[in-house]
């Protein structure tokens, strides 16, 4: 572990990292997922792990939200622990967004009210105020004319678009996007990639698990390679897509190379 | 045949029409369709026509037809049957509200999740279990006459008030089974997305789970809505004056059937309209199935 905190850039060493995750273990019941993760994410850094399928990329963003409960280790969001005990989750998870890889848009709910929901009752924004940031937000992703639409009259990427617009909504400090592209037909990943990349010059700080390594090589400061449950190497995109030091590493890029991925 | 939502072929081509924006090629008179409406027509009438005929030519006939169709006491009954009907239409109004209520909420209870909560999920589920296994004439009889009898001050003597009570309870442990059902039918994932943007649990259930689950379960629920209906006959043992207690008093009355059959014909002229109307739920469900399936 110690020779991976070298390759650690020099932002991380910035004065509070936005997240800092240490030792974190996390089984589903005999199946060991996750085994000892540390990661330090700097404020505006992107972040993306690759790694094959099953190898724990889903679980560490689940974990981050808190939608998993974890076995041992500590995740600090801005310096805040979100793991100790007793931490009211659903004040935290306000401050971390999370987009699916399935959309998981709220069927019954028009694109607006997708949006506003949680401003409006979790963050309790009044309706009028949440609604008018929500159009903002809609127009600066080219949804506006979506808003009083429901999510299954909308193509895959424009769902994808709107969840990820309803995350912003709640103004994370943190955006985590789970495989965002996989559930997508091919021509439609472009728009919704094109949207991460606006998000990343913004100064978003986000953890991107995906496949996209054309994607991850394009808009990562740090590429983490996740295998049996650790991150195995990390480093800038272009040291690690072209000099993988790892064996593993190399034995998975070449898969994705053969699969026409990079 | 449309409005009644058999789900034919007009139907199923207004949706691709709606959905596909093709140019409307609906064939103004469809020669299939009247040809199969047309067999279907005639093998009906044969089919009651060739009942008919064997019920009147029965040996019988004459003697059942006086006890069961007569036509002065028909005259008779159906001034006291119809309003005495009005006692039902009240209980399960009243009843069917109370069950949304209380079935929603046994649902819920049995839904959360956690190890604290095992008892409040041990209770509902003896509750369900139980008002499903006895009965219901057994519970309306037990609270009917076992409360009152109890001889308690302020406890309600009313038929009527246990009539609701009974026929609540009993509905309750099944409509709670199907709210269950409906939560269930929600993904989990829909509720992860909830709670990832910070809404609490209740919120989470409150507005992305529960919407979606009793949409779903609108059909079923008016199923056992046509149910309580008919079981509102049953708290006539403990004394409620309703439409098959006057029925019974208009038989001692006249020794004749006639007035059973005035309340076989009120029930159905009540619950067939909601039984279509249930079918029609369930074919609009189905077709929207298959156009977001597509």
């Known amino acids: 572990m110690s020779g991976l905190a070298a390759a650690r850039p020099e932002s991380s060493a910035a004065a509070r990292p936005a997240l800092e995750i240490s030792g974190l273990w996390k089984s589903f019941g005999q199946l060991t997922v996750l085994r000892g993760i540390d990661l330090t994410v700097a404020e505006h850094e992107v972040v993306c792990l690759i790694g094959s399928s099953g190898c724990g990329k889903s679980t560490l963003l689940r974990c981050v939200n808190l939608l998993e409960p974890i076995d041992a280790g500590r995740i600090l969001v801005e310096g805040v622990e979100i793991t100790a005990p007793g931490v009211d989750v659903n004040r935290m998870r306000r401050r971390i967004g999370i987009v699916f890889q399935s959309f998981n848009l709220f069927p019954h709910m028009s694109v607006l009210r997708n949006v506003t929901l949680a401003p409006n009752k979790a963050a309790g924004k009044p309706k009028a105020q949440a609604e008018a940031e929500a159009t903002d937000l809609l127009e600066r992703f080219g949804l506006a004319d979506k808003r009083n639409e429901y999510p299954d009259r909308l193509s895959g990427g424009q769902q994808q678009r709107v969840a990820i617009v309803r995350a912003l909504a709640m103004a994370p400090d943190l955006l985590l996007l789970d495989e965002i592209t996989s559930a997508l037909d091919p021509e439609l990943v472009a728009e919704v990639l094109n949207v991460i990349r606006e998000l990343a010059r913004g100064g978003m700080t986000m953890v991107i698990a995906t496949h996209e390594m054309g994607f991850a090589r394009d808009v990562a400061n740090r590429v983490c390679f996740l295998d049996g449950g650790v991150i195995l190497e990390q480093g800038a995109p272009a040291d690690m897509f072209s000099h993988p030091r790892e064996a593993r590493t190399q034995q998975f890029l070449e898969r994705i190379i053969a699969a026409g991925r990079l | ?294």
């Not at chain 2, 959905?19 to 409307?24: A, Q």
């Not at chain 2, 006939?61 to 009907?85: K, L, M, T």
């Not at chain 2, 009527?160 to 059902?181: G, H, I």
Request: charged residues 15%.
């Open chain 2, 1 to 294: 045949m449309r409005g009644l939502g058999f789900g034919g072929p007009l139907d199923s081509g207004d949706s691709i029409l709606r959905s596909g924006g093709r140019p409307p090629v609906r064939p103004r008179f469809d020669q299939s369709a009247l040809r199969s409406t047309l067999v279907a027509l005639i093998s009906t009438v044969v089919f009651f026509a060739f009942v008919g005929f064997v019920a009147v030519n029965a040996p019988g006939w004459s003697a059942v037809q006086q006890s069961f169709f007569n036509g002065r006491v028909w005259q008779e009954s159906v001034p006291d049957v119809v309003p005495a009907f009005l006692t039902n239409v009240q209980l399960f109004c009243i009843a069917e509200v109370l069950i949304l209520i209380l079935a929603l909420a046994i649902a819920v209870l049995r839904s959360l999740p956690g190890a604290v909560l095992f008892p409040v999920r041990l209770i509902t589920t003896i509750y369900v279990d139980f008002f499903r296994a006895v009965p219901g004439v057994l519970i309306i009889y037990i609270l009917g006459f076992g409360i009152p009898g109890l001889g308690i001050a302020g406890v309600p003597t009313d038929p009527f008030f246990y009539a609701v009570v009974a026929l609540t309870l009993v509905y309750s442990a099944y409509v709670s089974e199907v709210y269950r059902a409906g939560i269930q039918s929600v993904h989990p994932s829909q509720e992860a997305a909830a709670r990832s943007l910070g809404l609490s649990q209740f919120q989470a259930l409150r507005y992305v789970v529960l919407p979606q689950a009793i949409r779903r379960v609108i059909p079923p629920l008016l199923n056992d809505f046509i149910g309580l209906q008919k079981d509102t006959v049953l708290v006539s043992y403990i004394g409620v004056v309703e439409v098959f207690r006057q029925a019974q008093i208009d038989e001692a009355a006249s020794f004749n059937f006639t007035p059973y059959v005035v309340v076989a014909l009120v029930f159905l002229v009540i619950t067939i309209p909601l039984a279509r109307l249930t079918d029609w739920l369930v074919a609009r469900d189905r077709r929207r199935f298959l156009a977001s399936a597509r």
